[in-house]
């Protein structure tokens, strides 16, 4: 009894963590306007550390995929990968961007009409706003995600080491505090996930609302999308978790070419390569300048937008990066960098772009309500280029179903990583899944409760800087690893 107790010591320790976090953010919560300015100055404080840290993270990653040691393989020059390179691709993109992707897909909207670089870099206005975007969802995120998901898979895979970002440090560092790390790291995770379920609830229930004028309570389908998550986790990575990976990228695919046919029906919008070009051509060259939040003109508009999201995508890189390690045996390092950096951002560009485009043309109808009400912009938008109302509902029914998709994808991944992490007695690995995975529902829960979006984004970037430290250390010590390897 007493060696079982020792065994999920961690667990429960980790579980009281929590339990004390939403405590002090519900205690925060009771002055909301002073927690907005903390939350404004963390992020301005934290942003010349934030952007030279991503960029490098984005160097070392390429020039390992051009060295020498882009050649090693995950798991030995023998491994075979255990996923097809679609079902790998599924799973890392729907771990890594899911539900963020819905909630502000009109976003280049936002920047066209308020950022601090029109007549201050090269570019139109509208490409300007497309290329933030990009610069808000792509390289600086998938960086943070690549560089940690190769460190944990290397140890792991090549050298033995258990599935647990503790495990990118020395062996020789203490029990103690690796086991702190791994518990930090859940604490990450659990703040991602919240934020992430905070949007993808609060456009839930705004679609509800908007469409089908239905008040949905949100603590129901937290509840109800958790349970297909604790059966999807427990179910395992090669059937539920895979499949319903699968089934959303395959939504997201049908979505876009929908989007693009009613647009051309309604609106004769055509001019996606054209949008998307100029964009790309603004992104590459300005991108450098975007990371330099040093500038204080840049500082309102970093903190809001940049520094939040590179905060956020650190604390979910602690999910996302032992996910996609764990699916990533028998790919080699050069096959890693690019399948983890290059395509997501490909198809971002391509999601952004559509929606961007379109956006674009019909701004004067979508602006107005997403100032309003973001959480309902999208179905404004869907409303505004279908040629008929039931094509309105069908494609309303199609975008909540996708939600309700990338919120179990982001839970059922996460639940699996969480329990990897906390869950020291394999034998009580399966009990562990499932009891984090209801864990973090009621995380998200009690967050959503104490304060909505603006508490659990505040966790996020608390965290990150955390996670971002521990990223670079790992980075540090994986790359003399490298190094003495002799290769």
Known sequence: MIGKFKKNICSIIAFSVIVLLLAVIAFIGLDSEAFGLFFK????????YVGSLCCLFLLVLVILAASKYGKIKLGGKDAKPEYSNFSWFSCLFMAGMGIGIMFYCQESLFHLHSNPYVGWVSGSPE????????YDWTFNAWGLYAMLGLII???????????KISSIFPMRFSYVLRRTIDIVMALGIVAGLCTSLGLGVAQLCGGFKYVFHVNANPYILMMGICLIATWSVNSGLKKGVKWLSNSSTILVGILVLLVILFAYLTHSVTNYGSY??????????????YNDYFNPKSDDWAASWAVFYQMWYAAWAAFVSVFVAKISKGRSIREFILGVLILPSLVTMLWFGVYGAIGTEIKDLIFPAMQNDITTSLFVFIENI???HAAYL????AVLITICLFFIT?????SFVVATLLTPDKEAWTIGKVSWSMTQCFCAMVLFACGGLALVQMASVILGVIVI????AGMCYFLYTLKKSNI
Not at 127 to 134: C, D, K, M, V
Not at 153 to 163: C, D, I
Not at 394 to 397: E, L, V
Not at 469 to 472: A, E, L, N, S, V
């Open 41 to 48: 100055q963390t992020c301005i404080a934290v942003r010349g």
């Open 127 to 134: 490409s300007i706003a497309y290329s933030l975007t990009l």
């Open 153 to 163: 898979a290397y140890f792991h895979f090549n050298k033995g080491r258990e599935l």
């Open 276 to 289: 998307i070009g100029k964009g790309l051509v603004t992104f590459f060259g300005n991108y450098i300048f």
């Open 386 to 388: 279908t040629t008929s």
């Open 394 to 397: 069908f494609m309303s029914a």
């Open 410 to 414: 982001s839970s059922d991944s996460s």
């Open 469 to 472: 430290t521990i990223i670079f």
